[in-house]
């Protein structure tokens, strides 16, 4: 079964940083290509970012804009999302997925989610 649970998500102020983690089981971690998608309270599913298995990845130009980077530690399973230059606009709850082949990305598994807030 595939298991997901997000952490370092919290309260920062605009400008701020933050580094949210995914620990992963239940599934060959090295081999699969896996996101980070978010929500915000009455909008729909936004895709930020994605890594293949060798470590090449894309984020979204026009939601990320240069200010979210995705890496991945397959010796420990756990996948990150460092976000910097955050701004109000950032404010959701992340979630981290496992890319699942022939669909969309609102239908991956993905875990509980992490909530980022960015406020003065």
């Known amino acids: 079964e595939v298991q997901l649970v997000e952490s370092g998500g919290g309260l920062v102020q605009p400008g701020g940083s933050l580094t949210l983690s995914c620990a992963a089981s239940g599934f060959a971690f090295n081999s699969a290509a896996l996101s980070w998608v978010r929500q915000a309270p009455g909008k729909e599913l936004e895709w930020l970012c994605t890594i293949a298995s060798g470590g090449t990845s894309s984020c979204s130009t026009d939601v990320v804009k240069g200010r979210f980077a995705i890496s991945r530690d397959n010796d420990r399973s756990i996948l990150y999302l460092k976000l910097d230059s955050l701004n109000e606009g950032d404010t959701a709850m992340y979630y981290c997925?496992?890319?699942?082949?022939?669909?969309?990305?609102?239908?991956?598994?993905r875990g509980r989610g992490t909530q980022v807030t960015v406020s003065s």
């Open positions: 997925a496992k890319n699942a082949p022939g669909r969309s990305f609102a239908q991956y598994p």
